[in-house]
């Protein structure tokens, strides 16, 4: 079956945002802003986020939303990563990018880049998961970096930004293979030689997604809920896209609470193990029988 048209539209308009939002970026850039005119440029051409713009600076690598009242700013010596995704009518794409503001850490920006690309010069119909793994990770090695062994690629299917199967950053022997007709979001993450190459839990969580329905005992968590169903689905959200549905203090025991009763699943922040600065980039996929069609190119 051909590819819903829809995937070809939200490609093309990630591209577009990528390439435009990537120049507007500079020191003092307010993370909230980037953000913003993520989000916005995507509604602007007739598509919706997939989930909250992520913005990531140094070690943080991913699961990092800037909030209403976030201060931060891009500044000297920072390595930016941006990361968002695009739907129209749940048909999803995901792309990535990283922009350097420090010297040392250019030429793994650059690297990041080709272990994507290696990554895409072997997909094709049938080629195993585990081989894209290799491909990543070799390129890795020749450049001087160390891939994230616990980030990854993952299938897409409508409404789920993350379908089950997983595209390792490294040679993984025994993996299912990818499809004709499937699509794939492709990110490998790179750090330092110094760096564990392993992402554990920072300390905060601001992105969150439904994963259950059921009465809450509670008429003001039911319709909070069912407002979210109403909104996202089951795809990812943050604080700041649900501001209109009650005061700070209120939506974040809303959250808490439906988090306790398995009603919500939230992200926490990833963060490098030793702290080495990460950098991320990604296409969404699909393969074709002799090669691969990058819808977000
Ligand atoms: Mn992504
Ligand atoms: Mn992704």
Known sequence: MPLAEEYFKAGKIASEVR????????IGSKLIDIAEAVEQSVVSRGAQPAFPCNICLNSVAAHYTPQINDDLKVR???????????????????????????????????????MLQEALKVIKADVKAG?????????????GFKPIVN?????????AVHAGLSIPNTYTAGTPSLKLGQVYAIEPFATTQKGAGVVVNGPSTNIFSLVARKPLGDSSLNLFADELWSRFRTLPFTYRQ????????????????????RVLRGYPMLV??????VAQAEHTVTPVENGVVVLTE
């Open 19 to 26: 390439e435009r939002v990537k120049k507007s970026i500079n």
């Open 76 to 114: 000297e010596g920072d390595v930016v990563k941006v990361d968002f995704g695009v739907h129209i009518n749940g048909y999803i794409v995901d792309t990535a990018f990283t922009l350097s503001f420090n010297v040392k850490y250019d030429a793994m920006v650059r690297a990041v880049e080709v």
């Open 131 to 143: 081989e894209v793994g290799r491909a990543v990770q070799t390129a890795a090695q020749r450049l």
């Open 151 to 159: 980030l990854s690629g993952h299938a897409i299917a409508p409404y």
């Open 242 to 261: 649900i501001r209109d549905l009650g005061d700070a203090a209120w939506l974040e025991h809303a959250v808490k609470t439906l988090i306790q009763k």
């Open 272 to 277: 490098e193990a030793r702290s080495e600065f």
